[in-house]
């Protein structure tokens, strides 16, 4: 089975603080994807990689930014938290394009900006 | 821009009742997912669709797309209490790995 392992379940920083979450898959998967997932919005993606050292925006890049020097490890980093992005993230990884699989969800972090 | 929107947001039913959510889309994808997502806990894999007419089941659960109208559906029988989870559709554009999810339906058996 696919393994996604986000580092924290729970998360409370300042604002102002800068925030890593850490994503780490073990299926060798080519993509991964940050999201975060907010009552009556869904899902929204934040960034994307298809490999190592690559990174692609997503639909709500604007505070964050991401990591990928290796290929089994995704970071997002928050540069200077502010409360609007309290939420839940996301980490999923899918193997390379063209291979009708679904993407595999870690089981997030709740992180609270105060 | 793809846009996915699913219907009805919240669902309340009876055990042992039918019923079906909607999801539909806005410009051409080429393939629908379909997720479920318990309480606190993350996104599991129901579903991939992949080509105009395809229907999948499992269980009490099944799933169908149909392209030309832009509209999935997930269509539930014989509600049970376990079935009690949000579900979200999700589609990607043409070679592109991206997902855009719906709002997700929040479906609540009730005995």
């Known amino acids: 089975d696919v393994k996604v392992t986000q580092s924290s379940r729970y998360l409370v920083k300042r604002t102002g603080e800068k925030v890593f979450l850490e994503c780490v898959q073990d299926?060798?998967?080519?993509?991964m994807f940050w999201y975060r997932q907010d009552p009556g919005l869904g899902l929204r993606l934040i960034y994307f990689s298809y490999d190592v050292k690559m990174k692609e925006k997503g639909d709500i890049p604007e505070g964050y930014s991401v990591s990928r020097e290796k290929k089994e490890r995704f970071s997002l980093i928050l540069e200077s938290a502010s409360t609007n992005q309290t939420s839940m993230y996301l980490c999923a990884s899918s193997p390379l394009q063209g291979i009708n699989q679904p993407q595999h969800f870690g089981d997030g972090t709740r992180l609270s900006i105060l | 821009e793809l846009k996915v929107e699913q219907n009805p947001l919240f669902l309340s039913m009876q055990e042992g009742k039918n019923y079906t959510i909607y999801c539909n889309y806005s410009t051409t994808s080429d393939r629908l997912y379909w997720y479920r997502q318990d309480p606190g806990k993350s996104l599991e894999s129901l579903f991939v669709l992949l080509s105009n007419g395809a229907v999948k089941q499992e269980g009490r659960l099944m799933a169908s797309l149909d392209t030309k109208a832009r509209l999935s559906t997930l269509h539930i029988t014989a509600a049970v209490h376990d079935l009690s989870a949000t579900y979200f559709c999700?589609?990607?554009?043409?070679?592109?790995?991206?997902?855009?999810f719906g709002t997700g339906t929040r479906l609540t058996i009730i005995p």
């Open positions: 999700a589609g990607s554009n043409f070679g592109n790995e991206k997902l855009t």
């Open positions: 299926m060798d998967h080519e993509n």
